[in-house]
């Protein structure tokens, strides 16, 4: 019988358990694990950083192969190219309805019915949410890509989460041509980042972080990197003593919030995305706000068209990606121990599952 992870709310553990083939509905469409990759997200769950129903089948960050398609389900995906099985596929972190308030005013990842991938209470009804599972079922209202078979599935996996929420924090901060770009992480989607705003044309990129070997790999990419303890000292150097245009914080905490802020200019915008988690609260003047006319934004998850721009780019920078990224312990779902323990240790920028 297939298999799927179940974390039951036990510090650090997640247990192998096997169920029924999973029946699909009209609409559905089962899709059979090639990858699934273990997100920051999930860690901090399993971790206790972070709460989360239980029991629960963790993993949103998939790429998967089509197992079936019910009755009245789709036959293209969202740019229209035809779905068959066996073809590879990504999608949308969250299914909305489309219809409510919320869907309409541009907002379907808040839809208030919505279902998250990766977030669901298992139960008789919803077994197969998950992405560390050999099977999950997407439901209807859930936006669907196919994958360029020239994108590796490492590569691929990154898509409906890490990728897609980068695109929506660079559609936040706006026009980023010629402007100095402050990143808070050089993590995956940190540098994810760092490598869109280049490529959309910023003037500067730097990026703040804490590990050294992060550090290393963002300088072997090509961008300025300053570790937190020394923004103080550095960052006005590395700025030429110019005012930073964007602020984009990924790592879910600043080190020195205030002496950030002097450096920001008029004008400038300041995306957070990175704090999913309780995080301390942060000094804000309100009238450096003011007097700088800065804008302030919060990203959560995104929309579907994001997922289309995220595919657009991880098809055109896979090498780049694969250069940078680091992947550890692609293990069976069966070797979950290793994976999570290696995942934990921040050594890789991502571990996972694939099928087998």
Same mark, same amino acid.
């Given at each position: ?222 961008? #300025?990197?300053? =570790?937190? +303890? %020394?923004? $103080? ?5 590395? *700025?030429? !003593? ?96 290793? #994976?999570?323990? =290696?995942? +934990? %240790?921040? $050594? ?5 599952? *694939?099928? !087998?």
């Amino acid at each position: 019988m297939p298999s799927m992870l179940v974390y039951r709310g036990d510090y650090g553990q997640l247990s192998l358990e096997e169920h029924s083939h999973p029946d699909i509905g009209a609409g559905e469409v089962c899709v059979a694990l090639d990858t699934a990759l273990v997100c920051s997200s999930d860690l901090h769950t399993i971790f206790h950083r972070r709460t989360a129903p239980t029991p629960l089948v963790l993993g949103h960050e998939t790429v998967s192969v089509i197992d079936r398609i019910g009755d009245g389900g789709p036959t293209t995906d969202m740019q229209g190219i035809p779905l068959r099985t066996g073809d590879r596929v990504v999608w949308a972190v969250v299914a909305s309805c489309g219809a409510c308030g919320t869907c309409s005013r541009g907002w379907p990842q808040k839809c208030p019915g919505a279902l998250k991938y990766g977030h669901v209470r298992l139960s008789s009804q919803e077994k197969w949410m998950g992405g560390f599972a050999d099977y999950q079922v997407l439901k209807p209202g859930t936006s669907i890509l196919r994958v360029p078979e020239h994108v590796p599935s490492r590569i691929a996996a990154t898509i409906g989460c890490s990728t897609a929420t980068v695109c929506a924090v660079l559609e936040a901060a706006g026009d980023i041509r010629d402007k100095i770009v402050l990143i808070n992480g050089a993590g995956q989607l940190g540098m994810q980042a760092a490598i869109m705003a280049k490529s959309g044309g910023a003037k500067q990129v730097i990026c703040l972080e804490a590990q050294p070997q992060r550090r290393t790999d963002a300088k072997r990419m090509g961008f #300025v990197t300053i =570790a937190p +303890e %020394s923004m $103080a000292l550095m960052l006005t150097d590395a *700025t030429a !003593g110019e005012p930073i245009d964007i602020y984009l914080e990924l790592a879910g905490h600043v080190s020195d919030f205030s002496m950030l802020m002097q450096h920001l200019g008029v004008g400038s915008t300041i995306v957070f995305a990175g704090a999913v988690f309780p995080s301390p609260a942060l000094p804000l003047d309100m009238e450096t706000v003011i007097r700088k006319c800065i804008t302030i934004k919060g990203i959560h998850n995104y929309r579907p068209e994001h997922l289309v721009r995220a595919l657009a780019f991880a098809s055109a920078h896979c090498h780049a990606l694969s250069e940078f990224l680091t992947f550890g312990s692609l293990l069976p779902l069966r070797e979950h121990a290793a #994976v999570v323990q =290696a995942g +934990e %240790s921040g $050594a890789f920028h991502r571990v996972g599952f *694939t099928s !087998g």
